[in-house]
């Protein structure tokens, strides 16, 4: 099948599967004699497996790592869970960070008194040096 197709079957835009295949995060498809991309199912099903990794915050590199261990059948899910492991470490070091910013901007909008004079504590509060 051809990269529209893919596309379609996929979720992604073909502008991101060809991004994919030159970041090397994607297996590059057979070519038509033609040259042009042919798509197997397979592709296909590689190229769901990225999109949902990259929408769980997978990055590249680790995409590239998780499709290396989901297409060596002698893989330790080990390898895998750890590969979990840190990227919920990472959003939890996230969600504290969002939680932090939250409670600094709703702070600082509590000492707002949102009316037509130029002191503004919002802006204050992000002019401050961060220590």
């Known amino acids: 099948m051809n990269i529209g197709q893919a596309a379609a079957l996929s979720g992604l835009p073909a502008k991101t599967i060809r991004y994919y295949e030159g970041a090397q995060v994607a297996p590059l498809p057979a070519r038509t004699g033609a040259g042009y991309r042919d798509y197997s199912e397979n592709d296909v099903h590689l190229l769901r ?40 470490t990472e959003i939890d070091r996230k969600l504290k960070d969002l939680r932090s910013m ?16 130029p002191d503004c504590p919002i802006l204050k509060g992000l002019a401050q040096d961060v220590k």
Request: proline share 2%; aromatic share 6%; hydrophobic share 30%.
């Open 49 to 88: 497996f990225i999109h949902t990794a990259r929408r769980h915050g997978f990055s590249l590199e680790e995409c590239r790592e998780l499709i290396s261990l989901y297409t060596d059948p002698n893989r330790s899910s080990s390898d895998v869970k750890a590969i979990a492991e840190q990227k919920i």
């Open 102 to 117: 939250r409670q600094t901007l709703s702070t600082l909008v509590k000492q707002c008194h949102g009316d037509q004079r």
